[in-house]
Antibody, heavy 119, light 112 residues
Framework: QVQLQESGPGLVKPSETLSLTCAVSGYSISSGYYWGWIRQPPGKGLEWIGSIYHSGSTYYNPSLKSRVTISVDTSKNQFSLKLSSVTAADTAVYYC????????????WGQGTLVTVSS | QSALTQPASVSGSPGQSITISCTGTSSDVGGYNYVSWYQQHPGKAPKLMIYEVSNRPSGVSNRFSGSKSGNTASLTISGLQAEDEADYYCSSYTSSSTLEAVFGGGTKLTVL
């Protein structure tokens, strides 16, 4: 059974960089699939942030592309998100998920982690 | 503003059927059979309910069904149960840019 678990600071100061890691268990990242990050501001809808393949190939949401970096560490079976120059608008629950890029399906998802941007 | 348009809320009584719509364009919903639906209970992660317009993952009740006509996809839940009360999001592949996936704004389902 594939499981994903997000981890990282729950509070980030404005203008700093948000950093999260998603640990994958029950499946080797190197075996295939893309791996993605999605966020959900409090009380709002879902927004795709970006995705990565084990080779390092990435796709980013154009609206966030200038601030986002997604990387993968196959030796640790995990992938990471960095979002720079954060503002209060980046406050959200951040989810990681496995992405079947052929049919564009996110499944399964991690439980999510709330990141608040505040001084 | 979300790329896909969903009604903010729908409601129904136990045992009834409801349908949630998801409207896009020919660059996403209308152009590809890559529409998915997710269920999200408060404080929980989204759960895949329907993929490729009308396919159900293993373990999802057959009370959930999906369809598509033109640029609008639909999720129908029959025999409503209290546990179905949740937020529902549609998603689609899009060719409009390098963006892989777009989501709808979400629909709050209330079981009366």
């Amino acid at each position: 059974q594939v499981q994903l678990q997000e981890s990282g600071p729950g509070l980030v100061k404005p203008s700093e960089t948000l950093s999260l890691t998603c640990a994958v268990s029950g499946y080797s990242i190197s075996s295939g699939y893309y791996w993605g990050w999605i966020r959900q501001p409090p009380g709002k809808g879902l927004e795709w942030i970006g995705s990565i393949y084990h080779s390092g190939s990435t796709y980013y949401n154009p609206s966030l592309k200038s601030r986002v970096t997604i990387s993968v560490d196959t030796s640790k079976n995990q992938f990471s998100l960095k979002l720079s120059s954060v503002t209060a608008a980046d406050t959200a629950v951040y989810y990681c998920a496995r992405l079947n890029i052929v049919v564009v399906v996110f499944d399964p998802w991690g439980q999510g982690t709330l990141v608040t941007v505040s001084s | 503003q979300s790329a896909l348009t969903q009604p903010a809320s729908v409601s129904g009584s136990p045992g009834q059927s409801i349908t949630i719509s998801c409207t896009g364009t020919s660059s996403d919903v209308g152009g590809y059979n890559y529409v998915s639906w997710y269920q999200q209970h408060p404080g929980k992660a989204p759960k895949l309910m329907i993929y490729e317009v009308s396919n159900r993952p293993s373990g999802v009740s057959n009370r959930f069904s999906g369809s598509k006509s033109g640029n609008t996809a639909s999720l129908t839940i029959s025999g409503l149960q209290a546990e179905d009360e949740a937020d529902y999001y549609c998603s689609s592949y899009t060719s409009s840019s390098t963006l892989e996936a777009v989501f709808g704004g979400g629909t709050k389902l209330t079981v009366l």
